[in-house]
Structures are given as structure tokens and as C-alpha cells.
């Protein structure tokens, strides 16, 4: 698939990047919501969609140098929301997905809370790898690589690690990032609940064989279904 997507513009002229994903966007009928709008089961929050409601043109597993970590409150799940600091030793399990820049730029704005329909200039973000967009919590745009010319994008938090205080994650935000792991990235139940098990904010509160546990139940469920 990535081979397919070495392209800056596609066909029609539409200027392309890869949405790098690491919390519940992972699982692709999550993401479905940015893209096309309404509300997730389960929840209360309506997603207003994107301008360009079509889906990914591809999808791939990454692994990034540094850290998730779970801090705040999520207003949708409860507990800890998932961050991103290149800057810690490690490995941040993630998923790119082919987007254009104004689905991607939708996404922002549906993240920060914004109403989608603006654009973004990513010279600068080019140049420097980090654009500051606002302080909120999802307001930094960050360069993570490329994959031929389309750059790898993805946002989090103007803070760091260090500089913030953690919040357990609620078991629905592990369970859809635990999906989202098995689904895009092919991971086994055991390595997933020993990734999301290790990561900050979650470790010492949730454990390997708990999350493991979620996980048989979901696939029962699911069975029953």
C-alpha cells in the first residue's frame, strides 16, 4: 500500500499526507467518524465530518521513536487522553492513514474542538518539523517523516511528558486502542496488553493480564454477536 502512495498530489492535483494516528484513532470505524461525521456508539459526541468525506486511500502500521502517555480527562471515554512526546526514550506503536491535507486539516479541527473548513499552511511545519497552532491539547502539528515525498503527520500536545501531571486511562479508551492495535498493526492480545500496560499513565494502574482479559471478552462478545 505504501508503495501505491509515493506520490506528493494524487491524479487530480490533490495535495496528499499520511494522518499518523497512536490513540483511538487506530481503529479505522473510529476514525470513520472524523471522516464522515455523526455519533459513536456509546457516546454522546457529534462529530461534524470533513469537507471530503471519503476514506483513507491507504492505511499502514508504523512504530515511532517515543512515547504515548495518557493525561487530562477525556471528554468522550473518562480518563486519561492518549499524548505523543517524540522526546522520550522508546517506541510509540501508531497508524498512517493517506488522507488529503484538507481531510487531515478537518481532523485538526474536529480535535481541537474547531469547526472543519479552514487550511493550513504547512511550510513552516516542513521547515521546522513542529507548528504551534494554539495551546489546547491537540493544537501541535507535528512532523514525524516521509514516505517518499508525502509527509507523516500527526498532533498532540504543546507540553511534554515531564511537564504534565498523568491520568489513568478508562478500560473503553484501552479497549478501542487495543482494537485499533490488533486491527492496523496485527499485534497479538499479549504484546498489545503489555505495550498499553507499560505506557505512562496506564502503568502500575492497568494490568497486562486485565487489558488481556478485555480483550477474550470483546472477541466473545463479539462471537455472540
Same mark, same amino acid.
Given at each position: ?21 497512536? =490513540?483511538?484513532?487506530?481503529?479505522? $470505524?473510529?476514525?470513520?467518524? /472524523?471522516?464522515? #461525521? +455523526?455519533?459513536m456508539p ?24 517515543? $512515547?504515548? !502517555? ?13 499524548? !505523543? ?11 498512517? !492513514? *493517506? *488522507?488529503?491535507? %484538507? %481531510? ?22 516542513l521547515g521546522?518539523g513542529r ?16 514516505? #517518499? ?16 501531571? *498523568?491520568?489513568?486511562?478508562? #478500560?473503553? /479508551? *484501552?479497549?478501542?486502542?487495543?482494537? +485499533?492495535?490488533?486491527? +492496523? ?9 503489555? /505495550?498499553?500496560? =507499560?505506557?505512562?499513565?496506564?502503568? =502500575? ?21
Amino acid at each position: 500500500m505504501v508503495e501505491e502512495a509515493e506520490v506528493a498530489v494524487d491524479r487530480a492535483g490533490t495535495p496528499l499526507v499520511w494522518y499518523v494516528s497512536y =490513540g483511538s484513532n487506530l481503529r479505522s $470505524s473510529r476514525l470513520a467518524y /472524523y471522516l464522515a #461525521g +455523526g455519533t459513536m456508539p456509546g457516546t454522546t459526541h457529534v462529530y461534524p465530518g470533513c469537507r471530503d468525506r471519503r476514506p483513507p486511500r491507504a492505511t499502514a502500521p508504523l512504530l515511532l521513536p517515543g $512515547s504515548v !502517555y495518557f493525561a487530562l480527562e477525556s471528554e468522550v471515554w473518562g480518563g486519561g487522553m492518549a499524548f !505523543y512526546d517524540p522526546a522520550v526514550p522508546g517506541l510509540a506503536a501508531a497508524r498512517a !492513514y *493517506l *488522507l488529503s491535507r %484538507q %481531510q487531515f486539516v478537518d481532523i485538526a479541527a474536529q480535535e481541537m474542538h474547531r469547526e472543519p473548513g479552514g487550511d493550513l499552511d504547512l511550510t513552516a511545519l516542513l521547515g521546522a518539523g513542529r507548528a504551534v497552532l494554539g495551546p489546547g491539547r491537540y493544537e501541535t502539528v507535528l512532523l514525524v517523516g516521509h514516505w #517518499g515525498p508525502v509527509p507523516l503527520l500527526t498532533f498532540t500536545a504543546p507540553w511534554g511528558l515531564a511537564d504534565v501531571a *498523568l491520568t489513568a486511562p478508562s #478500560g473503553a /479508551y *484501552l479497549d478501542m486502542l487495543a482494537a +485499533g492495535l490488533r486491527e +492496523g498493526n496485527g499485534w497479538p492480545p499479549a504484546r498489545i496488553a503489555a /505495550y498499553l500496560a =507499560g505506557l505512562p499513565g496506564a502503568h =502500575g494502574v492497568w494490568q497486562p493480564d486485565e487489558i488481556a482479559g478485555r480483550l477474550t471478552a470483546a472477541d466473545v462478545t463479539e462471537s455472540a454477536g
